[in-house]
């Protein structure tokens, strides 16, 4: 199943901006993953999707992230990329990226993203 490595996140003050990485397994002959997420999560709630890139390349974005967040990847070197800007105290959260439908691969260790103010 591989392994998902996060990182780029950060303390930063608000409106600042922050662009978050995600490692992703290389694909094999049975190993092919055609849609990835950009999830978060904060200490006792569920975790929640903030932004998706499908199959054909679409991208989907939570209300709150819509015109601030921009989801992309680089499947010349196995990565997805989270552009986090204008970013608010509301953000605040460990960031986590998985596929966007199960199954899912096992969640890495995730990168905290902290904003102040």
């Known amino acids: 199943q591989g392994q998902l490595v996060e990182s780029g996140g950060g303390l930063v003050h608000e409106g600042e901006s922050l662009r978050l990485s995600c490692a992703t397994p290389?694909?094999?002959?049975?190993?092919?993953?055609?849609?990835w997420s950009w999830y978060r999560q904060t200490p006792g709630t569920e975790r929640e999707l903030v932004a998706s890139?499908?199959?054909?390349?679409?991208?989907t974005y939570a209300d709150d992230a819509k015109g601030r967040f921009t989801i992309s990847r680089d499947n010349t070197v196995n990565m997805v990329y989270l552009q986090m800007n204008d970013l608010q105290r509301a953000d605040t959260a460990r960031y986590f990226c998985?596929?966007?439908?199960?199954?899912?691969?096992?969640w890495g260790q995730g990168t905290q993203v902290t904003v102040s103010s």
């Open positions: 998985n596929t966007f439908t199960y199954p899912l691969l096992n």
């Open positions: 290389v694909p094999g002959r049975t190993f092919r993953i055609r849609a």
């Open positions: 890139i499908g199959p054909p390349g679409d991208t």
